[in-house]
């Protein structure tokens, strides 16, 4: 499974991105898919979490309400749109495809995608 993560940038508080990650396996229905970000200094930090069919989605509290994951399983590709993006939201984004929901360990991700970054200016 190989996972490409894009749509990073920087970006003014308060502002807006959409980031993608694409899988290039047949199977990306039987994986659940999740985000997680890396900032500067610290550790891997789950972001959120979406079942196979999309149906289910867990969050970390921290995007509640202003980050949403989704996915298209007929292209292959789970999405995180960013609203309302913060300073603190400044940091490496990483996908990764798993088999179990909701996982918020990135020890429990079986698949990893290069990270893609995402700067918030103040």
């Known amino acids: 499974v190989q996972l490409q993560a894009s749509g990073g940038g920087l970006v003014q508080a308060g502002g807006s991105l959409r980031l993608s990650c694409a899988a290039s396996?047949?199977?990306?229905?039987?994986?659940?898919m999740g985000w997680f970000r890396q900032a500067p200094g610290k550790e891997h930090e789950f972001v959120a979490v979406v079942s196979r069919s999309g149906g289910m989605t867990s969050y970390t509290d921290s995007v509640k309400g202003r980050f949403t994951i989704s996915r298209d399983n007929a292209k292959n590709t789970v999405y995180l749109q960013m609203n309302s993006l913060k300073p603190e939201d400044t940091a490496d984004y990483y996908c990764?495809?798993?088999?179990?929901?909701?996982?918020?360990?990135?020890?429990?991700?079986?698949?990893w995608g290069q990270g893609t970054l995402v700067t918030v200016s103040s």
């Open positions: 396996v047949r199977t990306f229905s039987s994986y659940v």
């Open positions: 990764a495809a798993g088999v179990r929901f909701p996982s918020r360990r990135w020890q429990e991700y079986n698949y």
